[in-house]
């Protein structure tokens, strides 16, 4: 069992209790059966998250609507599941979802994973997704500055020269100047 499915099983045990159906979600090696808890209504949230990361990491792409709406989760623990199994499903849909979902100006507050992803991805929409993210996060007040910071570390991770009016812009930024220094210098160094 790899590191983020036990993490996953941990996790979700609690909430499923002594549900035989968990232990199955777990063991099967039936495609159609996990994806017919994705499909079928009345099933609880553990059970889905369970179906669609087992799918998502496996490269069957039916899991890709339910990872996108667990990627954009209150939870930040389903949504780290959901990044990282929809970074293995390498679906083509992945960087413009996870780009709508960071740039969302109405859930900022769980943006901080598509960020992540989007950095982990390196796709073309996701240098511009972080400038656009990073741009609107820069006020010294700024409640949401993790993502601010998670868009300024991709960016240099990232090192295109199109987010270096952005990284300087942050620079002044309290929480956040250091590492857009380091951002900027990994670009003069690319």
Known sequence: MDEELRSLTDR?????????LFARL????????LTAVLAEAGHPLW???TAAFRLGCRGDRRAFEALVLLLNHRDPERCVSA??????LSDPRTPRAAAALATNTLRTAYALHPVRLLTALR???SVPALITTLD???????P???????????????????ARPVLEAALPHPRLGAAAEEALRRLRAG
């Open 144 to 162: 949401h500055w993790r993502v601010a910071l998670a868009c300024v570390e991709g960016l240099g991770a990232l090192g295109d020269d199109r």
């Open 136 to 142: 609107r996060l820069l006020s010294p007040a700024e």
């Open 83 to 88: 990044a990282h199994a929809l970074l293995l």
């Open 47 to 49: 059970a889905r998250e």
């Open 26 to 33: 777990l063991a099967t090696e039936d495609d159609e059966e």
């Open 123 to 125: 796709a073309p929409e």
């Open 12 to 20: 979700l045990r609690g909430e499923a209790g002594e549900s035989p």
